[in-house]
C-alpha cells in the first residue's frame, strides 16, 4: 500500500508503543516521518529500525520552543507538512480525595496545552489535503475509577477536534481523533503482567487488548485520502469497550 506515498508527517510521542506502531506505518505506506519525544535513547532506537525515512527531534509537546525546533527542521528538509499525529501522552491513576495540582498538570500539561502547541504550530505548514489526528481515549468517553484528570483531559481532546473543524472551515485541512482502549504496548505489558493483559483484554467485546499495529492502521486511514469525507469524528480503536 502506498495511501501516503510521498506526504510528511510528524508523530509525537512516537518513539514507542502506538507513535512507534504508527511511524511503522505511515513509512510502509510511502510517508517520510518526524518522531517527537523526550527520551533521546528511546528517539535513536526508533529511528534506527524505521529505517532512512524517519527522523527524530527531541523535546516536550508543552514547551513551544520545542515545538518550534521540530517545525524548523521539518521546513528545512521537507517544505511542508501533510499529516500531524498529536499522540503525546500522559497521565495516571489517583482517587478522588487524594488529587493533587501536580497530578492535574500532568495530564493537562501534556494532553491538552501539548495538543493545542503542537497543532497550532504545525499549521503554517499545512494545506489543502492535510490531516490531523488527536490520540483521544475510550475513558474519555465512559470514565474510569481513579483516572478523573486522565479521562477529563481526553474528553477535552474530543472537543478540541470538534472546535477545529469549524476553525479550519475553508482550509481543507480535516481533524480527527482516534480513540484507543486497552493497548498491549510493551510499557503495558510490563506493567501490568501477564495475567494484568488478560484481564484489561477481558474487560473488551473482544476479550483481548489491542495490538499497537492495529491503532497504527486506523490512524494510517485517518491520515490518507481514503478518509476525505471525515472531520470532526471520532473513531474508537478499543473493542467495543465504550460502544456498548
Same mark, same amino acid.
Given at each position: 500500500?502506498?495511501? =501516503?506515498? %510521498? $506526504?510528511? +508527517?510528524? !508523530?509525537?510521542?512516537?518513539?514507542?508503543?502506538? &507513535?512507534?506502531?504508527? @511511524?511503522?506505518? *505511515?513509512?510502509?505506506?510511502?510517508?517520510?516521518?518526524?518522531?517527537?519525544?523526550?527520551?533521546?535513547?528511546?528517539?535513536?532506537?526508533?529511528?534506527?529500525?524505521?529505517?532512512?525515512?524517519?527522523?527524530?527531534?527531541?523535546?516536550?509537546?508543552?514547551?513551544?520552543?520545542?515545538?518550534?525546533?521540530?517545525?524548523?527542521?521539518?521546513?528545512?528538509?521537507?517544505?511542508?507538512?501533510?499529516?500531524?499525529?498529536?499522540?503525546?501522552?500522559?497521565?495516571?491513576?489517583?482517587?478522588?480525595?487524594?488529587?493533587?495540582?501536580?497530578?492535574?498538570?500532568?495530564?493537562?500539561?501534556?494532553?491538552?496545552?501539548?495538543?493545542?502547541?503542537?497543532?497550532?504550530?504545525?499549521?503554517? =505548514?499545512? %494545506? $489543502?489535503? +492535510?490531516? !490531523?489526528?488527536?490520540?483521544?481515549?475510550?475513558? &474519555?468517553?465512559?470514565? @474510569?475509577?481513579? *483516572?478523573?484528570?486522565?479521562?477529563?483531559?481526553?474528553?477535552?481532546?474530543?472537543?478540541?477536534?470538534?472546535?477545529?473543524?469549524?476553525?479550519?472551515?475553508?482550509?481543507?485541512?480535516?481533524?480527527?481523533?482516534?480513540?484507543?482502549?486497552?493497548?498491549?504496548?510493551?510499557?503495558?505489558?510490563?506493567?501490568?503482567?501477564?495475567?494484568?493483559?488478560?484481564?484489561?483484554?477481558?474487560?473488551?467485546?473482544?476479550?483481548?487488548?489491542?495490538?499497537?499495529?492495529?491503532?497504527?492502521?486506523?490512524?494510517?486511514?485517518?491520515?490518507?485520502?481514503?478518509?476525505?469525507?471525515?472531520?470532526?469524528?471520532?473513531?474508537?480503536?478499543?473493542?467495543?469497550?465504550?460502544?456498548?
Amino acid at each position: 500500500m502506498t495511501r =501516503l506515498n %510521498g $506526504r510528511t +508527517a510528524v !508523530i509525537t510521542g512516537g518513539a514507542t508503543g502506538i &507513535g512507534l506502531a504508527t @511511524a511503522k506505518r *505511515f513509512i510502509e505506506e510511502g510517508a517520510f516521518v518526524f518522531i517527537f519525544g523526550r527520551r533521546q535513547e528511546a528517539l535513536d532506537a526508533a529511528v534506527a529500525e524505521l529505517g532512512p525515512n524517519a527522523r527524530a527531534v527531541k523535546g516536550s509537546v508543552s514547551n513551544p520552543a520545542d515545538l518550534d525546533r521540530l517545525y524548523a527542521a521539518v521546513k528545512a528538509e521537507r517544505g511542508t507538512l501533510d499529516i500531524v499525529f498529536a499522540n503525546a501522552g500522559a497521565g495516571g491513576p489517583l482517587a478522588l480525595g487524594k488529587i493533587t495540582a501536580e497530578h492535574i498538570d500532568e495530564a493537562f500539561d501534556t494532553n491538552v496545552k501539548g495538543a493545542i502547541f503542537t497543532v497550532q504550530q504545525a499549521l503554517p =505548514l499545512m %494545506g $489543502r489535503g +492535510a490531516s !490531523i489526528i488527536l490520540t483521544g481515549s475510550s475513558a &474519555g468517553t465512559t470514565g @474510569a475509577p481513579a *483516572f478523573s484528570a486522565y479521562s477529563a483531559s481526553k474528553a477535552a481532546v474530543r472537543n478540541l477536534a470538534r472546535t477545529w473543524a469549524e476553525d479550519l472551515k475553508g482550509t481543507g485541512i480535516r481533524v480527527n481523533v482516534l480513540s484507543p482502549g486497552p493497548t498491549a504496548t510493551d510499557l503495558a505489558k510490563a506493567a501490568l503482567g501477564e495475567e494484568g493483559v488478560k484481564a484489561f483484554g477481558a474487560m473488551t467485546p473482544l476479550q483481548r487488548m489491542g495490538d499497537p499495529a492495529e491503532i497504527g492502521a486506523v490512524a494510517a486511514f485517518l491520515a490518507s485520502s481514503d478518509s476525505s469525507f471525515m472531520t470532526a469524528s471520532e473513531v474508537a480503536v478499543d473493542g467495543g469497550l465504550a460502544q456498548l
